[in-house]
């Protein structure tokens, strides 16, 4: 649960507070949504991942079972 937990944190402080997403649309705001989790799976260092980016973490236990 804490993991989701600051998830839902990260999600709240950097995508849902944020003034400058002006969707008219739910197909707008997918869109919005789709490059926040984006930059949160393959931008964003993660302290619980020794600050590996999502992507790179699972690329490396692949790797590590390959």
């Known amino acids: ?3 989701v937990e600051r998830g839902n944190r990260i999600f709240r ?6 003034r400058d997403i002006l969707a008219d ?3 707008e705001l997918r869109v919005d949504l ?3 989790l984006h930059k949160y ?5 993660h302290f ?3 600050g ?3 992507l790179a973490y699972i690329n490396s ?3 590590v079972h390959a």
Do not use: D, T, V
């Open 41 to 45: 799976n393959s931008y964003r260092p």
């Open 61 to 63: 236990i692949l790797k």
């Open 25 to 27: 649309s739910i197909a």
């Open 1 to 3: 649960n804490g993991g």
């Open 34 to 36: 789709k490059q926040a």
């Open 13 to 18: 402080e950097e995508f849902y507070a944020r």
């Open 48 to 50: 619980s991942l020794n």
């Open 52 to 54: 590996l980016i999502p």
